[in-house]
């Protein structure tokens, strides 16, 4: 087990470092990214630039300058944005982070309920109404875009009918932390929450549904049928229980990528102010210390959540342990 866990922090510590020499050299590559003429503002004189790429360090080598960005990042945690002078990163994304962890982690949860939900009872009844109303629903809420969906929701809930009893309850766009106001953070992820986790709840649910309906082919399931095993016992213990292992390997690496910024949509149709929307801010910018924590930000959740999932794929099938 040691050698095991010594192995996937060597891997995710190899991962990340190639991604951040990666992102490092995309920077320096992209037209226009000169970090010391985007300091010093526009139109600002050949001097004052040279001065500028001197006092940042921009004038020595690219790997020094990789070196000593790393060091400010992780070690003494006082790297600056290149983009709004005296901001700290490290405070900066900390800050944004809970944002981003609460609007994902409860998404996660509603998509994850009610994708098995649905994907269970669409296999249960395969081909009948209940199959058919489900997946057509699941296919609107794949093809549905979260932007639009979440500014449909705003629409009705922030501005047609706000004042009504239905939606009186809704607080304005944004984002209220867990630890002033529990019930004020919960009211206000309410509908983020399902915003985000429309698609997935379809597309978790389609997926699963396939799943078991292959599981259903397999010998073991027929011979679990011979025995004279309940449809429901053989539906919920045998054929989910395999049929599921791709369900969470995929959510792994959902979860992973929407805590690392990909849930930007959702936090700027809803006012969240979230590492997505940090990454969006920062890649306009071109403000390379940001641009590098936020991606090695992504790149750390991506690695441990497939980690996890790794352990939870065992501990559903452990005939994976083989593999």
């Known amino acids: 087990m040691l050698t095991i866990f010594l192995s996937r922090l060597l891997r995710m510590v190899i991962v990340m470092l190639g991604i951040s020499v990666i992102t490092f050299l995309i920077f320096f590559a992209t037209p226009g990214s000169d970090p010391a003429a985007r300091i010093a503002g526009r139109n600002a004189a050949p001097e004052t630039i040279a001065a500028v790429r001197h006092d940042f360090g921009l004038d020595r080598p690219l790997y020094?300058?990789?070196?000593?960005?790393?060091?400010?990042?992780?070690?003494?945690r006082d790297l600056t944005s290149f983009a709004n002078r005296g901001q700290k990163i490290v405070p900066t994304i900390m800050s944004a982070a809970p944002a981003t962890l609460s609007l994902v982690a409860g998404a996660a949860i509603l998509w994850m309920a009610l994708g098995a939900t649905t994907g269970i009872i669409a296999a249960a009844f395969r081909n009948r109404l209940p199959d058919k109303i489900l997946m057509?629903?699941?296919?609107?809420?794949?093809?549905?875009?979260v932007f639009w969906v979440g500014e449909m929701i705003n629409l009705v809930t922030q501005s047609r009918l706000h004042d009504t009893w239905a939606f009186s309850w809704v607080p304005p766009l944004g984002y209220v932390p867990l630890t002033s106001d529990p019930?004020?953070?919960?009211?206000?992820?309410?509908?983020?929450?399902?915003?985000?986790?429309?698609?997935?709840?379809g597309l978790y649910g389609r997926m699963l549904r396939t799943g078991i309906i292959e599981t259903y082919q397999e010998d073991y399931i027929r011979t679990a049928r011979s025995k004279g095993l309940s449809a429901r016992r053989v539906?919920?213990?045998?054929?989910?229980?395999?049929?599921?292992?791709?369900?969470?390997?995929?959510?792994?690496?959902?979860?992973?990528?929407?805590?690392?910024g990909a849930a930007v949509l959702t936090e700027v149709v809803f006012g969240i102010n979230g590492v997505g929307r940090l990454t969006y801010q920062a890649l306009k910018a071109l403000d390379l210390p940001m641009i590098m924590a936020t991606v090695l930000y992504a790149s750390f959740f991506v690695v441990v959540a497939n980690a996890?999932?790794?352990?939870?794929?065992?501990?559903?099938?452990?005939?994976?342990?083989q593999k």
């Open 64 to 76: 020094v300058q990789y070196g000593l960005m790393m060091d400010r990042l992780f070690i003494t």
């Open 136 to 145: 057509g629903a699941s296919m609107m809420a794949v093809a549905m875009p």
């Open 183 to 201: 019930a004020g953070w919960f009211f206000a992820l309410v509908f983020p929450w399902i915003c985000l986790a429309l698609m997935y709840i």
């Open 235 to 260: 539906l919920l213990k045998h054929a989910t229980r395999t049929a599921i292992i791709p369900i969470v390997i995929m959510f792994g690496m959902d979860f992973g990528v929407l805590v690392g």
């Open 308 to 321: 996890i999932v790794d352990v939870l794929c065992v501990m559903i099938d452990p005939r994976m342990r």
